[in-house]
């Protein structure tokens, strides 16, 4: 009988969101279907703080698998250096059993992403990201992180065991804070994925990428060859452009497209 009642209850859900508007809880939300947006389609609600006043990333992590403490406290210190988030930005740490140790294709880093997520990415006044870090690798074994859609990142902890330098120069660790911090910026629609900057610093070569070996928006920061690139000094920080873009995009000065949230 509670079974009955139960699933009368989720058929009666399914039946009336779609005549309710605000039902995510969320409003000004542009319709994108179910492909939940693409990197930079939330920087908005991460850059204004009028109704989004708080964020949380959550980190879901395979057994053994767990992100240095370094690489967390830099992410949380970078979003706070960007995003406008006066109650604060918190990061959650949970160990999961992630599905698979073979190939990851993006879709499969959506699937697994979304099965994870505890809530909506616009919830209330919080807005939620998040990391996976799975066992195993992309379908491309020379990528180490990638951002699948508005608020997905995943960092293959494989193959940044294996980008490390000789002599551990740079080691796993420098090599892991950066390709967290790049993914994440990535989410922050580095460089050109949901604007035009003023400036030219994209890669032309690499899109969506800088062109500036100091900035941690580089390509090769996120590819197995980045020990061929840096010694042990690897860029964590957005450089001027980058950080320019985000101020322009947060004011208004530069127009964002693609967005799931306007203020
Ligand atoms: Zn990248």
Request: with cysteine; charged share 20%.
């Amino acid at each position: 009988m509670a079974q009955q009642k139960q699933a009368w209850s989720v058929l009666f859900i399914l039946f009336i969101c779609p005549a309710l508007s605000g039902c995510m809880g969320t409003d000004n939300l542009l319709d994108l279907g179910e492909d939940h947006g693409i990197p930079g389609s939330l920087t908005l609600a991460c850059l204004d703080g009028s109704k989004y006043t708080s964020m949380i990333v959550e980190i879901d992590y395979h057994p053994g698998y767990e992100p240095e403490s370094s690489t967390t406290d830099l992410l949380k210190q970078r979003l706070e250096s960007v995003c406008d988030k006066p109650n604060g930005i918190q990061i959650l740490l949970t160990e999961s059993q992630l599905p698979g140790d073979g190939s990851w294709s993006a879709q499969d880093v959506r699937d697994a992403g979304w099965e994870l997520k505890s809530h909506d990415p616009l919830d209330g006044s919080t807005l939620y990201w998040q990391m996976i870090l799975p066992a195993g690798t992309y379908d491309d074994d020379s990528v180490l992180g990638v951002a699948v859609d508005a608020s997905t990142v995943a960092i293959f902890g494989d193959s940044v065991q294996e980008a490390r330098g000789f002599l551990n120069r740079p080691s796993a660790e420098k090599v892991e804070n950066s390709v967290v911090i790049h993914e994440f910026g990535h989410l922050l629609g580095l460089v050109n994925t949901v604007y035009t900057s003023p400036a030219d610093h994209e890669d032309s070569d690499h899109p969506n990428h800088s062109n500036n070996e100091e900035s941690v928006m580089y390509w090769a920061i996120e590819s197995r060859t980045i020990g061929n690139f840096f010694d042990n000094e690897i860029p964590t920080e957005f450089d001027q452009d980058d950080l320019n873009d985000l101020t322009g995009l947060a004011s208004g000065a530069i127009e964002a497209e693609n967005q799931l949230w306007r203020p």
